[in-house]
């Protein structure tokens, strides 16, 4: 079993204190950490040592930061749309690479674009786009919410998310 902080729509995170009990009780295996906070995840990260309990980011803006740091890995909504993104965030990390740092500069645009675009509609439209879903609609959120610009800001980010992911894929076979 693991815990999942709620992001929204109230912040609730896990005290240190309550990380420790947690810890404790040895029935839990992991944390979706939503803090979106490098220090935060560095502090519990030291907490739960080399335990076998693991910290999983939920927010790819710090991802490869927090990894250096020894989180087990990534449980954020990103991944929905690019998990390779994701691994290529995590094979080349933004610090030693080209493709890291683009990869870097794409999620924190993806990330700042969910934070105002109604998610999960907005990514339901960029799934669509790819032909996974074929409607927009939720059943926590009117569709009817969403403007058409939202609906192109997520076609553009898409696409930029396409040329990262071929760059991947070469850079990989290398």
Not at 118 to 123: E, G, L
């Amino acid at each position: 079993m693991g815990i999942y902080e709620c992001p929204y729509p109230y912040k609730r995170l896990v005290t240190d204190k309550t990380l420790e009990y947690i810890l404790s009780t040895k029935r839990f295996v992991f944390l979706k950490d939503t803090s979106c906070d490098v220090a935060t995840m560095a502090s519990r990260l030291s907490i739960i040592g080399d335990s076998p309990f693991g910290l999983y980011n939920a927010n790819i803006e710090t991802l490869a930061e927090t990894m250096r740091h020894g989180a087990a890995g990534f449980s954020g909504i990103h991944a929905n749309v690019s998990t390779k993104l994701v691994r290529c965030l995590l094979d080349f990390p933004p610090a030693g690479s080209a493709i890291g740092n683009k990869a870097q500069v794409i999620a924190e645009e993806f990330a700042e674009y969910l934070r105002h675009s109604f998610y999960p509609v907005s990514v339901k439209a960029m799934l669509m786009e790819l032909g996974i879903f074929n409607s927009i609609s939720t059943r926590v959120l009117d569709h009817n919410l969403i403007s058409d610009s939202i609906i192109s800001k997520g076609s553009e980010l898409l696409q930029r998310i396409k040329v990262i992911e071929n760059e991947y894929d070469k850079e990989s076979k290398m």
